[in-house]
């Protein structure tokens, strides 16, 4: 388990759409954006459901009028998960979504600088216990526009950081407004520094960290289309995680806001930093021995497994069993192709020889009756694992190994 940070602790939702913790010993959690108008409450409710079911902890609506914050009075009551209200600008709209039931702010020092206006909002959530994300965007600082005079007023605060002004200016920017909140004795801060740079992402958070004890919201803004925002969100993200810093995460991509909690689930799964829920999927890249259509089968099988394995057990699709059985080692179902075939393992033990087209119904059979059988106290996860020693099945999926064999002049492994 990866060492956290020490944190003070916010706590965001009700208990009509749970209390999520945020920050102390609580495990990281994921939110994410609708992506449509707030105002269209029927479709904005269907958004947040499907957030909701594809397991984002909190969701967040932009309310940039007074139509959205009117519409929260609606959505709220029907919608699952706690909702969080996406401030810029208008201070009012923050006023207006307290009392519409929200329960998390979040306000942009960027753009609501207005000391009175911010107590306004401190003071209001202060009387409902609501926390209040104080969101640093480098983009939307203001100051940002005149690099030169402020880096050298800044000159010399971080000149040993190449993003130098950006993080001195963040950092400030912070501070100020951190200290109108402490006027205000009111400590239910959520910290975040966004920037579309994933490296003064990490520069920042660490930073911040070092200075503050507040939770920390990680994300990289406009991270572009999911494609190429992963690796732009993961990189950075993965990396503060791995430093212990980070309390909750959005990743934001210009794509189905879905594909936000998808990842940073598994970004948070893979680093063990929550336990997995549903299926977790292994499958090999393919090579040129491969000879069934791996890529497709593995996409079904991810999709089904998906839509219906709810324990975390571990699956394998494997091309062949020439490196399969040692890259899918701990799995408790494990599929192995071979030529047009597919043998199939559940805990070590071989329980299906089956032609191509009949692989995946098979295997989804076998995970479905695992899943029971793990329910009904039957069979335990990850207690017998995959233990497959070729040329033994390669004989029965006719896979080639003299083949292989030959062109790589490599012996047989012993059989047991
Ligand atoms: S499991 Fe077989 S087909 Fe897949 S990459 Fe490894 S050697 Fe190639």
Not at 178 to 197: C, G, P, R, T, Y
Not at 325 to 330: N, V
Not at 362 to 378: P, Y
């Amino acid at each position: 388990m990866i060492p956290r940070r020490p944190t003070r602790k916010v706590f965001v939702g009700d208990e009509k759409h749970g209390i999520v913790p945020i920050g102390g010993d609580a495990p990281v959690s994921i939110q994410t954006m609708t992506a449509g108008y707030t105002w269209e409450i029927d479709k904005c409710v269907a958004e947040i459901h499907k957030l909701a079911a594809a397991g984002a902890h909190m969701v967040r609506v932009a309310v940039p009028e007074k139509k959205d914050t009117a519409a929260l009075q609606e959505i709220i009551p029907q919608v699952t998960v706690p909702i969080i209200a996406d401030v810029h600008f208008h201070f009012q709209r923050a006023l207006e979504a307290i009392d519409a039931g929200i329960h998390k702010i979040r306000l942009n020092p960027g753009n609501i600088s207005d000391k009175a206006q911010v107590i306004d909002v401190i003071q209001a959530c202060k009387a409902r216990r609501l926390p209040i994300r104080i969101g640093v965007n480098e983009g939307s600082i203001v100051e940002r526009r005149d690099k030169q005079r402020r880096l050298k007023e800044l000159g010399g605060v971080f000149s040993d950081n190449k993003h130098g002004h950006l993080l001195a200016i963040m950092v400030t920017k912070l501070e100020e407004y951190l200290e109108i909140f402490h006027e205000q004795d009111f400590h239910d801060i959520v910290i975040s520094a966004k920037s579309i740079d994933p490296t003064l992402v990490i520069d920042a958070y660490k930073e911040i960290s070092r200075r503050f004890d507040y939770p920390l919201h990680l994300g990289v803004t406009h991270a572009g289309p999911k494609e190429t925002g992963t690796i732009r969100s993961v990189v950075p993200l993965g990396h503060l995680l791995c430093s212990g810093i980070g309390d909750t995460v959005r990743i934001s991509y210009a794509s189905d806001p879905i594909y936000e909690v998808q990842d940073g689930l598994e970004m948070l799964y893979v680093l063990g930093l929550r336990p997995r829920i549903g299926a977790e999927l292994i499958a090999c890249p393919t090579c040129g021995r491969i000879q069934v259509d791996l890529f497709k089968l593995v996409q079904d099988v991810r999709k089904k497994l998906a839509e219906e394995i709810t324990l975390p057990i571990k699956v394998a699709v494997m091309g062949c069993v020439v490196n399969g059985p040692g890259e899918c080692e701990g799995a408790d179902i494990a599929i192995f192709a071979g030529d047009r075939r597919g043998i199939i393992y559940v805990q070590g033990e071989k329980v299906a020889n089956v032609p191509e087209e009949q692989i995946m119904d098979r295997l989804l059979a076998e995970c479905r009756n695992f899943q029971q059988r793990v329910q009904r106290g039957e069979a335990k996860l990850g207690e017998k694992v995959v233990d497959v020693v070729p040329p033994d099945p390669i004989g029965e999926l006719g896979s080639g190994w003299e083949k292989i064999q030959k062109e790589k002049g490599r012996s047989l492994p012993v059989v047991n």
